[in-house]
Every structure is written in C-alpha cells, then in structure tokens.
C-alpha cells in the first residue's frame, strides 16, 4: 500500500518519545509499504542528517515548522475556543504540501502521528469525496487527560494556581478537540488500555485500534557494545528523558528533593544522573546538590542505563505509555517507577519491576534494589524477557495493517 504519514516533526533522531515511534513505525512499515514522509522540521537542513529515512520511504518532503510567540500564544489562549496543541503548527505550505500529495501520489492511507497534526486530517476529512485515502489517527496520548492530571497536581499549589486555571482550560479545550478528531477520522489507534478507556469516556461507542509502544529489542540490550568513557559509581540511580517536558521536571525535582535525600541518608555513597536533553533550569539547578549529576543532551543513553544500579520513574503527572521504561526493561535494568511511570504496561510488581508511590515508599524500594543485587538482576532478567516476548517494534508495528481498511467492511 502507499501510506504517506505526517508528523511533528522530523523522526530522526530518535531520541524522544514521538519521534522514537514515528521512526520506528517508518522502518517496520518500509519493510512491506511503500511509505511516504510529510514532516514539519526545525530548520531545512535537519533533513541532510537523515539519511536513514531518505532510505526508507519512498519520498520525504519537509516543511520548516512556523514560530509562535508568546503575544499569539496569549491571544490564541484569549480569542480562540481551540487548544493550544492545536495552534501549534498552523502552516499554508504544509497544507499545500499534504493537496500536492493526496492528487499526485494517492496514497491508499494517511497517517496523522499526534494530536498537534490532526488539524491536516480534519483538512482531507472535510475535502475528500470518497473513503479514500483511509484517515488513520494515531493519538500517542489520550491528551486531554495530561492537562487534567496537571490540573489536578496543580490546584493543590496556591503558587501554581495560574498553571491550574491554565491546565484546566487546556484540559477541556483539548477534551472538545479531542473527540473531534477522533470522530472524523477513519480509524483511531492508541497506545494503552489506559488510553483507550480515556478516549472512550468522550466517545463510549468508538471502535479503537491498540498498539502499544516498543522498543527495538536488538537496539536496547544487556550485551550491546556500546563505545563510551563514562564510568559512573558502583551505587547510580538513573533517569532519562526529554527535561524540558513538564511531567519529567515534576518527576526529577520530586525525587531529588523528597526521595533521594531519603535515600542518602542511609547510603551516603548513591549518585541520581538526570540524562536528557534540554534541561529546564530548574533541572539544571538540581546539579548543585550532593550525589546528583545533570547531563543534559548525551549521544547515547545506553551506557548510563547499563552501569545505573537502579533505573528510577518517578513520574507523578502526564498520561500515555512510557518509552523510557520499555527502554530500561530491554537493557535488563532493575526498575523502580511510580504507578503512573508504568501505567500502560501489564507488568506484575515485584515481578518485573518495583512499584512505590509515596516517597518513603519510593526510597525503600531503591534502597533494598541497592543492596540485595541478586533481587536487582532477577529483576532486570525478567523485564528482558517480557518486553521481548511482547512489546518488540517488529511484532508491534505489523499490527497497524488492521486499520488499513475501510472500516465498513
């Protein structure tokens, strides 16, 4: 089939969780469909680095995404009824690009990755005269549930008060939005049982397509040979991630100052490495503090997770799954995560991870991983063999075939 999917922006590299499934959907996609890539990008040379891509689709057209201020923020948050993840990407030369391909390559499917572009599936929805091409809306998160958790963390805080009354008009907006689009599309896939049941509080009678997240299985390994100088101490807790994306500051400034203070006081040797990309300064901050050490961007996360004692979630807001655990589980690391960090996920704990949601409780459970290393790596083995046995991209991607079809028949 020709499928031509449309994304946020450029999947490559994949180092972040959109980018991470859009890259891997392309490459197992590749492998059986002809695949074609309309792609919003920073700047227009982004695409001379990704020649990967250039290999796998059949053709990559970019456009460089538009730049908002804060004044047409503000305004859009004042004039429009819209969310603000749906004023994000506003382009006429996109929209040109998306004409273009539709009446030259007629693609048999068009994929929109992510809620930021469902503006463009609306745009067939609403042009088209046939069922073709079939509208497929991959909604990576049930998106309007992350504003109402922010909402709810928020309103907690007299200082945060701004931020909730901002969550709760996000959350709302995104909940109309939400259901619109998922309406005028053709099929609507999401990644998690969780997701699904959130889409469904909006749309009860919704058929939905589930296909989780992966990991590449052969990426993501205990034994892969990874070229690196970094060494870290013997006792490393570890977390990686985007740090300029909310949930991530929430779970790193929770651990550092509530957890890890707890932890040190009865293992005064442990580090907690912060590795990511983009680092919020109040992340950037946290690097002044004993034991804790912030990256920011690294080429390879690999090495930090193969040497971390403990890999940590600690995750209190946001929704959807998360790649970063699926990641560690693969390279056989043992895991602590919050609930919330491994929502999404039918992992048993205890079996393949441990779970704590209080900060006591949270410490207790790194603690013990700490010292008892046998538990640690039973852990880590178990966690290796359920994420082969079940969330490898080669087994998961195959799935998308399902909602390539009309759906009335």
Not at 170 to 181: D, F, K, S
Not at 237 to 251: E, H, L, S, Y
């Amino acid at each position: 089939m020709k499928i031509l999917l449309l994304t946020p922006q450029l999947p490559y590299p994949p180092h972040q969780g959109t980018t991470i499934r859009n890259y891997n959907i392309i490459r197992q996609l590749a492998r059986r469909h002809e695949v074609h890539l309309l792609s919003f990008v920073q700047q227009t040379d982004d695409l001379s680095a990704a020649a990967p891509l250039r290999e796998m689709c059949r053709s990559v057209r970019v456009v460089t995404a538009p730049r908002r201020t804060m004044i047409q923020r503000i305004r859009g948050l004042l004039a429009s009824t819209l969310p603000d993840m749906a004023m994000r990407l506003p382009s006429q030369e996109f929209q040109e690009a998306l004409d273009s391909y539709v009446e030259q390559v007629k693609p048999d499917v068009v994929q929109v990755e992510g809620i930021e572009m469902a503006q463009y599936g609306l745009h067939l929805a609403e042009r088209r005269a046939s069922s073709h091409p079939i509208l497929v809306f991959d909604d990576h998160n049930a998106e309007y549930v992350l504003q109402r958790r922010a909402f709810e963390t928020d309103v907690r805080q007299p200082r945060r008060w701004v931020g909730a009354l901002y969550s709760w008009i996000q959350w709302h907006r995104l909940a109309r939005y939400e259901r619109l689009t998922c309406e005028r599309h053709d099929w609507t896939v999401v990644a998690s049982e969780a997701d699904a049941a959130a889409i469904h509080v909006l749309l009860p009678q919704l058929e939905l397509k589930i296909i989780p997240n992966g990991v590449d299985t052969e990426f993501y390994r205990p034994d892969a040979v990874v070229e690196h100088k970094i060494i870290l101490p013997a006792r490393s807790m570890v977390f990686t991630g985007k740090m300029d994306f909310r949930p991530n500051i929430d779970a790193v400034l929770w651990f550092v100052n509530d957890v890890f203070p707890m932890i040190r006081s009865q293992s005064p040797d442990v580090h907690f490495y912060v590795v990511g990309q983009k680092p919020h300064p109040r992340v950037v901050a946290l690097g002044e503090k004993p034991g804790v050490v912030v990256t920011g961007y690294v080429e390879d996360v690999r090495p930090y997770i193969a040497q971390a004692a403990v890999y940590v979630v600690p995750l209190r807001i946001g929704g959807g799954t998360r790649l970063k655990i699926m990641e560690a589980m693969a390279m056989a690391a043992a895991v602590v995560s919050t609930s919330l960090g491994c929502e999404g996920f039918p992992l048993t704990a205890g079996k393949h991870l441990r779970i704590a949601d209080e900060e006591s409780d949270f410490a207790a459970a790194v603690l013990e991983l700490l010292r008892d290393e046998p538990q640690a790596r039973r852990l880590g083995a178990q966690a290796r063999r359920f994420v082969e046995q079940h969330y490898d991209w080669a087994s998961i991607v195959p799935l998308f075939d399902q909602v390539y079809v009309p759906k009335n028949t």
